[in-house]
Structure formats: structure tokens, C-alpha cells
């Protein structure tokens, strides 16, 4: 698998359990707030770039895809399987890269790091 | 990059090269680099080792490298084609389109019209097959389909798992967007290729020209599709269900947008009287909805550029090929001064078909449309619209389209079913066009 894996911990108290909270707006990217179970401080903030619903993956599929176009055949046919991609199979390799080589460092010096080409 | 691609990559120049190489008799200098060149972005459109945009930027590199020295034309003969009135054209189609997604007014006129259908499947089939139609006329085929087969597979839920009716519902859609491209020459980039060649000289087609001469086409082959598909898969539900559609009010913005779509229409559609090119038109949305804050400077950044300059490769390449001399040589080559412009159009319109269900159905309208406008000089309008419509016939296979893509990844279908109807289609389709749309051409004097 060529990917790192990291399990957010809060940097206050490191718990792990966090709660989501999903904004929506006019104009504005759907974004996420992390927040600590425990301490409920803000543990980090992301913006959606993607979303897949597991169970209806073609349906969020069609949502994305009408800002994604592309002249070619056969590039929307891979991009579909990509998205037909089983969700659960894929999770489960991905808590096991997690555990077999967990990625220790901060997102923000992952993102810094050149060699991910973020 | 993939190692697939940097060997075609590599093919495709060493293709080039050999084609340089080899001696042909009768060529000039000029025209032998055409050729390599026209050679080459033939293997890279078909073998998509580069983005389908860089090809086209790469023509233009080719062509300034090593046709310029030897033809004596400026520069800007190669480069110009990359923002001609018909790019302008079809930017502002884009940014219509755009902002109708944009501000939702896509869904809700598709709402507005699938509450007319009522539950009978087949008048639910047409309806759905004529408004992906409409809506494929004005934004991309790909952007129609995927709004709304996510209505169409809302409606398959409703229907038993053994019902053929599912099918028809699954493949009406990508089979109505792909024929409604043709309707209006911004429905689908190979019309505005084959536009930039029927707009050459003294000839010129209008945007209600356009639609005049290709709406009783897309009409009648939207009617055969949708018997074709009641007859492969008849329903055998008496009733189907739509998903709760939306009945909102339109607010200030999306009127805003209204108006501006219908007086980019009205001003398309009555050109003959103020004599303003659709080109030129085509830039009042852009002013418009940039100007009235509707789309921001984010959205101009997200316009697909790619398309346009796809598009803009293909019209500098048939330049290269009609300045160059390489259309006279393939003429001389070909001896085709004794062949009738029809059996041309029959040759070329089958031919594009076959090559659109494997290839973008731009590329291939790049590919033929310049070589074959240049073939018969007489009947090169009619040559050029057949070729451009028969890549709309081009449904066979998932990879044929965007559209066909998308339904086959609902899973809903097989290749088999999709193969059988998409060729069916394809060839009721060019018998149409070789037989009443060939005569009908000809009315319009093209």
C-alpha cells in the first residue's frame, strides 16, 4: 500500500475518540470539525474534498462527477471503478497499514513533507 | 507516469519519425511534416498516453517548430484557432452551463418537466429520454447524464429486480444525452469542430441554423431510441414511480440566471436579423454572470479549458493540413475525383462511428473532420456536419462515451445489452443521415 496511515489523537489529553461535526453553507466548502471527546477541544478542521457514501457509492458518484468532467470514455470508466471500489475491503487494509506502520508525525509536517506532493 | 504511456509515448514519436522518413513521391517538405505530425497526433489521441489537451498544445508546438520554417505563413495562423469565435462559442455554452448547474436551475426544470410524465413506465421513458435530451443540448452530455440518471436509478428502486423496464430506464439516459449533443452547436465539442469547418469561405451556419437542420434529426432518433428500448426491455410494472421531485420557487439569483440564459438564446436564436455571430454572442452570459457576481473568479479558473483547448488543436491541425498542402496530396493520392461526394459521406459517416466508440468523440472529430473537409472541396459543409453528428451515433461500448460510462457503472447493465442497443442506434442513425439527413443537408445549400 503506498500510503501512511495516522490515527488522530487529541494533542491535549491524546485521546482518540473524537466527535464530527459536518458544516454545510451557501458558497462555502463542506467542512469538518474535529472535536476531542474528552476535552472537546478543536483537534483540526478539514475540508471536503470528496465524499463517499459506503452504502450508495455510485449514487455519490453521480454528485461528483458533474463538477469532474472528461472528454474520455475511458478515463470516466476508471474513475468509476475507483468509486465501485469495495469501501469496506479498502478501510480494513487501511487499519492494517495503520497498525503494521502507524504514522507517528503531525498532519500538518505530513503535509509539509515533499516527497507526499501535496 | 504509467509505463503503458511513456511506451506510447515513445511509439508515438518514433510513428512521427518513420512517417517523416519514408519517401513519398509527389509531397513537398511541407506537407511530409503535416503528415508526421497529423500521424503522430492520430497515435496520441487514440492511445490517450497524454491528457487530450496536451496533444492539442503539442500540435501547436510541432507545427510552430517544424512548419513554420518551411511554410511562408505568420505564426499567428497556428495560434489563432485556439480562440476563434467558435471557442468563443463554445466558452460561453460552458459558463451557461455552469451557472444553470451552478444555481441549480438544471434539476429544477428537469423536475418540473418529469412531473408532467405521469406513472405510465413508457411515457415515464420518453420523458425522461426527452429532457436529458433538452438539457444535453445546452450543457455537457456527461453533466446531463449524471443528473439525471440519479433520478433514473431513484425510479429503478421502485421497480421489481426482474423488471426489464430497469434496463430501458439505465440506458435511455446516456442514449438521449449523447443524441441531444447534437442539437445545438454547443451540445457536444465535435459539433463546434465540424461548425469552425462549415463556417469556412463563403458558407456559414448560424446557431438557429444549427438547430433547424439538426433538431428533426435528434427528434426522430430520440423517438426510434425509445421504441428500441420498450421493445428490448418491455416493462411489465404497470406503473413506475418518480422520487419526490423537487417544486421549489425560483429566488432572485436563479432569475437573474433565467434571463440571462434566455437572452443569450433569443440573441443565438435571431442572428439573421442583427447579424451578430453566436461567437460574439456567446459572450454576453460570460460578461453577464462574471459581471453580476453569479460565477466568481473561481468559477472562471474551473471553466473545462481542457475541452476548449482540445478543441482549438484540432481546428489549428486543419489549418496545418490545408496550408501545408497535405489535403491537395491525399486528394491526388487517393484519386477520389471520381467519386461522388455521397458515397464519400457514407464512407467517412460509418468510419467516424467506429472510430468514436473507441476514441473521445472529439479526438476523432479532430482527426477526420480537417482531412475530410479537405477531400471534396464541394461537399465539404455536408462532409463536416455528417461527421460531426455521426460521432454522436457512437455508443456502443462503455468506453464510447462519458455517458455510457456512467450507466454502465450503475451495474445495472451488461456490456452485451449495451453493445446491442448502442449499435443499433449507431446504425439506424447513419442510415438516417446517408438517406433523408443527406437530401436534407442539401436543402440548406451546405
Redesign the interface.
Known amino acids: 500500500m503506498e500510503c501512511k496511515v495516522k490515527r488522530e489523537k487529541c494533542p491535549h489529553c491524546h485521546s482518540d475518540k473524537h466527535h464530527n461535526y459536518v458544516v454545510f453553507g451557501k458558497n462555502r466548502k463542506i467542512t469538518v470539525y474535529v472535536e476531542c471527546a474528552d476535552c472537546h477541544i478543536l483537534v483540526s478542521r478539514y475540508s471536503l474534498e470528496q465524499y463517499i457514501d459506503p452504502n450508495a457509492p455510485f449514487e455519490s458518484f453521480l454528485k461528483q462527477i458533474r463538477d469532474n468532467r472528461t472528454e474520455s470514455g475511458r478515463k470516466m470508466l476508471n474513475n468509476i471503478q475507483s468509486y465501485r471500489a469495495d469501501l469496506t475491503e479498502e478501510f480494513a487494509n487501511i487499519k492494517q497499514e495503520w497498525k503494521d506502520h502507524p504514522e507517528t508525525r503531525r498532519i500538518y509536517e505530513i503535509l509539509d513533507d515533499d516527497s507526499w506532493g501535496y | 507516469m504509467k509505463k503503458s504511456n511513456l511506451t506510447n509515448w515513445i511509439l508515438g514519436i518514433i510513428v512521427g519519425l518513420v512517417v517523416y522518413l519514408i519517401p513519398l513521391s509527389g509531397i513537398n517538405e511541407a506537407a511530409h511534416r503535416c503528415l508526421a505530425i497529423f500521424v503522430w497526433a492520430i497515435f496520441m489521441w487514440v492511445s ?1 498516453a497524454l491528457p ?1 489537451f496536451v496533444t492539442a498544445l503539442a500540435i501547436l508546438f510541432f507545427e510552430s517548430l517544424l512548419l513554420k520554417p518551411v511554410l511562408n505563413v505568420p505564426l499567428e495562423k497556428f495560434f489563432s484557432p485556439f480562440f476563434s469565435s467558435t471557442i468563443a462559442l463554445f466558452m460561453g455554452g460552458l459558463v451557461l452551463a455552469d451557472t444553470l ?1 451552478k444555481y441549480h436551475i438544471d434539476e429544477m426544470l428537469a423536475h418540473r418537466l418529469l412531473k408532467r410524465a405521469g406513472k405510465n413506465p413508457a411515457s415515464l421513458l420518453l420523458m425522461m429520454i426527452l429532457t436529458t435530451a433538452f438539457i444535453s443540448m445546452w450543457m ?1 452530455n ?2 446531463a447524464t ?2 439525471m ?2 433520478i433514473a ?1 431513484s425510479v429503478t428502486r421502485n421497480i421489481s429486480a426482474d423488471d426489464p423496464f430497469r434496463k430501458s430506464m439505465i440506458l435511455g439516459i446516456p442514449v438521449a444525452a449523447n443524441i441531444g449533443g447534437m442539437g445545438t452547436p454547443v451540445g457536444t ?1 465535435p459539433n463546434a469542430v465540424a461548425l469552425q469547418f462549415l463556417n469556412k469561405g463563403e458558407m456559414h451556419v448560424s446557431f438557429v441554423k444549427w438547430m433547424i437542420i439538426t433538431v428533426p434529426i435528434m427528434i426522430l432518433l430520440l423517438i426510434v431510441s425509445w421504441r428500441l428500448l420498450l421493445y428490448f426491455f418491455p416493462p411489465r410494472a404497470h406503473s413506475a414511480d418518480l422520487p419526490l421531485l423537487s417544486g421549489e420557487k425560483l429566488d432572485r439569483r436563479q432569475k437573474s440566471v433565467l434571463t440571462i440564459f434566455a437572452i443569450t438564446l433569443i440573441l443565438w436564436l435571431t442572428e439573421p436579423w442583427h447579424g451578430l455571430k453566436s461567437g460574439v454572442v456567446a459572450l454576453v452570459p460570460v460578461i453577464l454572470v462574471f459581471g453580476g457576481n453569479l460565477l466568481n473568479p473561481g468559477d472562471f479558473r ?1 471553466i ?1 479549458w ?2 476548449l483547448f ?1 478543441l482549438g488543436g484540432g481546428m489549428t491541425l486543419g489549418a496545418a493540413v490545408e496550408d501545408s498542402g497535405l489535403s491537395k496530396y491525399v486528394i491526388g493520392m487517393l484519386s477520389l475525383d471520381g467519386v461522388s461526394p455521397y458515397l464519400l459521406f457514407i464512407i467517412l459517416t460509418s468510419f467516424t462511428v467506429l472510430l468514436s466508440t473507441f476514441i ?4 476523432a472529430a479532430n482527426i477526420l473532420i480537417p482531412m475530410a473537409a479537405g477531400l471534396q472541396q464541394t461537399s465539404a459543409g455536408i462532409i463536416s456536419l455528417g461527421i460531426g453528428l455521426a460521432s454522436s451515433l457512437a455508443m456502443s ?6 455517458p ?3 450507466a ?4 445495472q447493465i451488461t456490456i452485451k445489452e449495451m453493445f446491442k442497443v448502442g449499435l443499433i442506434i449507431g446504425l439506424i442513425g447513419l442510415a438516417l443521415l446517408a438517406s433523408g439527413g443527406y437530401i436534407w443537408f442539401k436543402l440548406f445549400k451546405l
Not at chain 2, 461500448?397 to 462519458?402: A, D, G, H, R
Not at chain 2, 454502465?408 to 451495474?411: D, L, Q, V
Request: charged fraction near 10%; charge should be negative; aromatic fraction near 2%.
Open positions: 490517450e487530450l448547474q455537457s456527461t453533466a449524471a443528473m440518471m440519479a436509478v465539442p474551473k473545462e481542457d475541452i482540445l473521445s468523440h472529439t479526438s461500448l462503455p468506453i464510447s462515451t462519458p455510457n460510462a456512467i454502465f457503472g450503475s451495474g
